[in-house]
């Protein structure tokens, strides 16, 4: 079946370390994005792309970096830099950059805390 | 950028109520969407929806463009409806969101 598989469900942060959070479509999605969630909140985009080598910056991308090196794979850095990481992010993908028709499919999600 | 209200945050409801979320915006938009999020986090598309209406099963949608709102109907609410329903929205070519807080609903039996 197709869909988009993030890991790890859980990850655990030491203060100044980088941690990576992998998503992965197979539903051959252009578009591809990354949302952060506070408790109680909602989303807020970090990073988004529509085609691969290519990606811009959301609402929210300090402290952040991504890669965008095959069409399949949209992985998100969370760097030292990032004064509150403790949060659970969702990666989404669509058909396009107008999301076409189907509108976005969304990953299970990571939840970093640092400890 | 857009503003998007849901109303209202919380409501509670009988199992077999019926029930209406609101969601208004505050500019033209090209893209409109409702999720569910369950308990355990994961965000399920409902509907997308820039204008019109939509059914599917127990759930409707419609959204009036020219006044700038949406409405997600619950019909013969099931505990399984329980959760919290985003609407987000969009009006570029690159297909980002602009989410709500979202309304949390309890059902109980």
């Known amino acids: 079946d197709g869909g988009i598989t993030q890991s790890p469900k859980y990850l655990f942060r030491k203060e100044g370390q980088n941690v990576t959070l992998s998503c992965e479509q197979n539903l051959n999605h252009d578009a591809m994005y990354w949302y952060r969630q506070d408790p109680g909140q909602g989303l807020r985009l970090i990073y988004y792309?529509?085609?691969?080598?290519?990606?811009q910056k959301g609402d929210i991308a300090e402290g952040y970096s991504v890669s965008r090196e095959k069409k399949e794979s949209f992985p998100l850095t969370v760097t030292s830099a990032q004064k509150n990481p403790t949060a659970f992010y969702l990666c989404?993908?669509?058909?396009?950059?107008?999301?076409?028709?189907?509108?976005?499919?969304f990953g299970s999600g990571t939840r970093l805390t640092v400890v | 950028g857009i503003q998007v209200e849901q109303s209202p945050p919380d409501l509670i409801l009988q199992e077999g109520a019926n029930s209406t979320l609101r969601c208004n915006f505050s500019d033209s938009v090209n893209n409109l969407q409702w999720f569910h999020q369950n308990p355990w986090g994961q965000l399920i598309n409902l509907f997308y929806i820039p204008s019109g209406t939509k059914q599917n099963g127990r759930l409707s949608a419609t959204t009036v463009a020219t006044e700038r709102y949406s409405l997600l109907y619950i019909s013969s609410s099931q505990t399984t409806d329980s959760g919290v329903y985003f609407c987000a929205v969009g009006a570029d070519s690159w297909g980002k969101l602009q989410f709500g807080a979202g309304t949390q609903v309890v059902v109980t039996p």
């Open positions: 792309s529509q085609i691969v080598n290519d990606f």
């Open positions: 989404a993908s669509s058909t396009s950059g107008q999301a076409g028709s189907d509108g976005y499919t």
